[in-house]
């Protein structure tokens, strides 16, 4: 597991896709980007769908996402994103009463059981006292992380 911070944005695409039985169906599938802007989320998911999508398509909405980290799986089987509520707790020394601060975050998985494993691995190595108090399942296909240019500066 790996886990990446940045400015997400949640995006919806649409396109004509080939169904199983050859036909051609409009269809709206999300995808998340990393970007610093609404333009530059337009300009990234533009960039990602063009290389799999072929024929016209367009982008539908942009809206910042809620969670500033992402939780990546190595593994090739976890092919779903669940959105999850981590609640941190800790102890207010004055009034030594429990506080709960509520932080989402976005995590590849392939059921809940695994999303919940991939939780416990990552925030394992921390010092941070943890609940888990909601993951749900999402329809994003996928997670486009910024990918730094190469080469000389144009």
């Known amino acids: 597991m790996r886990s990446r911070t940045a400015q997400w944005f949640e995006t919806k695409v649409r396109y004509d896709k080939t169904m199983e039985d050859g036909q051609p169906k409009k269809v709206i599938e999300s995808y998340v980007v990393d970007a610093l802007s609404f333009g530059e989320a337009e300009e990234r998911i533009t960039e990602e769908m063009s290389s799999y999508i072929s024929g016209e398509f367009d982008v539908k909405a942009i ?7 992402v939780f990546f799986s190595e593994n090739s089987n976890d092919d779903r994103w669940y959105k999850t509520k981590l609640q941190f707790i ?10 709960r601060t509520s932080v989402y975050y976005l995590v590849q998985a392939a059921t809940i059981n695994g999303a919940v494993k991939n939780i416990d691995e990552v925030m394992g190595g ?29």
């Open 63 to 69: 809206t910042p996402a809620s969670y500033g980290e």
């Open 90 to 99: 800790t102890i207010d020394e004055k009034t030594e009463k429990e506080k």
């Open 126 to 154: 921390t010092m941070i006292d943890y609940a888990i108090a909601a993951i749900n399942e999402t329809k994003i296909m996928d997670v486009f992380e910024h990918k730094a240019k190469t080469g000389l500066s144009e």
